[in-house]
Every structure is written in C-alpha cells, then in structure tokens.
C-alpha cells in the first residue's frame, strides 16, 4: 500500500518540470531612472532652499479671502461656459449632419468663424460691444421692437466672459460631438428609420448614448482646457483668480509668490477633474472591451502585491539533463 502510494505521487516520466523564470536584467532603466530622480531631487532642493520663492508668503495668502474668491469665480465660469458649449456644441453638430444645405451651412460658417480667431480677440470684442451696438434690441426682424437695453448695462464684464468663452468652446464641441456620431455604425440609423423612429428620435435614442464613449475623452481636455482659459478673462478686468492675485501683488510687489499660488490652485482643480475624467470614461467604456483597465489603486496595489517569482511551465521538457 505505502509503494502503491509513493508511486502515484511521483510524478509520471516525461511530464513537464516547473521551472523558476528569471526576468531579463535591463541595467540602462536603472541608469534613466537614477538620472531622472538625481534632477528631480536637485530641483526640490532648489526650490526648497531658494529664499526668492518666499513660501512663506505663498501659504500666507494659498487660503486667503481674496484668492478663494478668484477661485471661486474660476470654477463659476468653467461651469457655466462648459454647459453653454456642450448644449450648443450639440446642436451644432445635429445641424453640421443636417441634409438640408441651409442649416449645414450656418453651422459650418458659425464654426469657421469662431475657431478661426483666437479666443482673446473675443474676449475684447464681447466687451466692447458697445462700440458696434450701443442699444441691443429684441423684436419683429424689420418690424417694431419689443424689448431694448442699453449694451453697457447689459453686457457685463462677467456677461462678456461667458459669451467668450461659451461661444468659442460651442465650435470645438460641435466638431467633437460631430466625430461621435460619425463614429456610429450606419446601419444602426438605417434599422431605426426602418421601424419608423424619427431622425431626433434615433439621434437621441441611438446615436448619441453609443457616441459618448468617443464624445467624453475630449471634452474632459475641454474642460481641463476651459478652466485655463479662463485666465484670459483677466484682460477684461474681471476678478478670477489670476487676476485677484494680480491684484494682490501690484500691491506687495511679490510676484512670483503669488503666481506660485494661482499655479497651485489651478493645478489643483485640474487633478481633480482629470480623477473625474477618468472614471467616466470607465463608465461610458464598459462593454467595449473584455475586461475594464484597472484603476490608478489597482494598479498600485497589484504592483505592491506581485513581487512574486514567476513560474512557467515549458512543454515538452523532462527533469533529465542534457
């Protein structure tokens, strides 16, 4: 019985033998990576021990008042100029698709105008608008006007803000949303014309749920890219966070200190809507492909976890020596 047993755990002549892997050894990713962390440290250094930098004063004023409220205004316009261009963007695109010559074309045109002139020009323009309309009226085309307001009144700083960036964002999104739905098999709107669904319908039923999965990349860079632009507001005079730091430092005459704090906040909110970002497109990616790419914690935990030796097993060999 005991023969019996330690013959059937023996294992059987020819079967292949595990054996230890032994990961090919790449001496010049070590050399890169020494160089890369000898300059980031003499960078930190530098910037650690640089009296110039004044950090001091950066963490003096990182949560002051007047710096929240900048950021503040920040978040306020890249909101609401990102939800004007996403609406319009959308209606852009539908009219770009449009049969009829007419509509395509004022889409066309709306966008050639608009993305081909840079978006501070708009800006200024907004703002003097005044100058080309001083009165702006609603009412009958040729006929009686219903309501009228003075320009200077009407539009604002902050009006001429969003109007600018609005506007200029609603081009990009129109083509943005326009590649999503060419990206749309054909015969999906073909076999919805065919049950008697109207072409808003299949747009909206069909279409553009199956185009977010190529919609949302880009328009998270939009809106990453609206938040900078909002910078540009400040040749207009009106307070976002770079230009209350402005403010701030045509007062003090600390510059780089201030500019350092504005960086920081902007750097911020931008991790924050990249973390966002990332998970959407998680969301919309599902069914796309066989498995999910694992998530920034994921992958962490795997490579904390996996320092493991590898072990394959090679067909065909045997335990002799050859």
Known sequence: MAASEAATSQPPA???????????RHPWRWVAAAIVLIIAATLVRSAATNPRFDWSLVGQYFFSGQVLTGLRVTIELTVIAMAIGIVLGVILA???LSPNPLVSGASWFYIWLFRGTPLLVQLLFWNFISALYPKISLGIPFGPEIVHANANSLITPFVAAILGLGLNEAAYMAEIVRAGIISVDEGQTEAASAIGMSRLQTMRRIVLP???RVIIPPTGNETISMLKNTALVSVIAYQELLYT???IYAANYRQIPLLIVASIWYLIVTTILSIGQYYIERRFGRGTSRAQPLTPLQRLRGNLFSFRHASVEVPGASGEKR
Do not use: D, F, T, Y
């Open 245 to 247: 730091v402005q403010l």
């Open 14 to 24: 020819g079967s292949p033998e595990e054996i230890r892997a032994i990961p090919a």
């Open 94 to 96: 539908v009219m770009r």
């Open 210 to 212: 199956q185009a977010m």
